[in-house]
């Protein structure tokens, strides 16, 4: 997986408070949460602010005292762009100050709890690259098998245009479905082909499969191929901005053909980018809505002037660092 950290951000500020009550404001959204400290049970799918204290205390942190903190982000909300890891990062890096003995957690370490909280916690179809890459910040490469390792590509790719299609997604259900029928793929493959490794697999025995399986399968192989193509040109200070454009549209392509994961909104807004000038794009995240971005190193203002005619919410964008106290 390859996944960048762009220049919108989340932020988190406050301080302690001298007593047991956390508080946490939301002014984007007009909401204000609070609960005990010693009343950590979950009240609501995804209690995320919860986890983060108790996933952060399973770290030996002691919390003798509650907090009031404020929440803004730049991100859109629910599109898939990680604004909730993003959160969830920050709220973990503030939680490791507030502690009664703060600790200096590197990025991986934050990352990791991040991804426990936000994932594991709740056993949450997710990956984990959103975690690691607003900690961790620029271009990422992550491999999660058979262990985690992660790679930082950093090339100087320039401008961006992200594209809100403003479409209300439903990324759990999305996820869910592309991880279980994954899996169940895998189990067919696995009886005729014993030695089946779908990083490494060249000519398998699809026979196992119904033709929606075969389909998803070839996707999935023709998304890896695609990755091993553009590492090689992410990898150099200076890669080909065409290349990379070109790499981006024939992704795009499977998850619109093959997996099916776009709208006609989406693909109202990467044709009108294309026809402005960008070179490349896709939909971002789990698809079924939510934001696509084009690559427009070179005309950047054009082209979010055409995601905007046909209705989308455009943000010029750039890789930017990782978490950071500011």
Known sequence: MVAMAISLRAQITGQKRKDQQVIIHKPDIG??????LNDLVYTKPRDYFKSGI???????????????????????????????SAVMVSWIYFLSRMADTPV???????????YKAEVLEFAEPGGMMDQYSATMGHLLYLESEPE??????????????????????????????????????IKKLKVKNPDFNIHTCTDVDMSPLNDEEKGIFQGTIKNRNILRQA???????????????????????????????STPKIEAMLDASLDAGALGGKINGSGGGG????????????????????????????????????
Request: proline share 5%; aromatic share 6%; hydrophobic share 40%.
């Open 31 to 36: 909401e204000t949460e609070s609960f005990l």
């Open 54 to 84: 108790k996933i952060c205390s399973g770290e030996e942190l002691v919390f003798s005292n509650g907090f009031e903190s404020e929440i803004t982000s730049e991100i859109p909300i629910q599109a898939g762009v990680g604004s909730s």
């Open 104 to 114: 200096a957690w590197n990025a991986q370490k934050i990352g990791e709890l991040a």
């Open 148 to 185: 985690i390792s992660i790679k930082s590509l950093n090339p100087n790719l320039g401008i961006f245009v992200l594209g809100d299609s403003c479409e209300p997604k439903d990324t759990m259900s999305i996820l869910q479905r592309c991880r279980d029928t994954r899996l169940e793929i």
């Open 231 to 261: 590492l090689p040109e992410l990898e150099k200070v200076r890669p080909d901005p065409t290349c990379i454009g070109t790499r981006l549209t024939q992704h795009h392509a499977v998850l619109r053909d093959i997996l099916q994961v």
């Open 291 to 326: 934001c696509m971005f084009a690559y427009a190193p070179k005309n950047a203002e054009i082209v979010a002037e055409a995601i905007e005619k046909v209705g989308g919410k455009s943000f010029i964008i750039s890789s930017d660092s990782g978490t950071r106290i500011v």
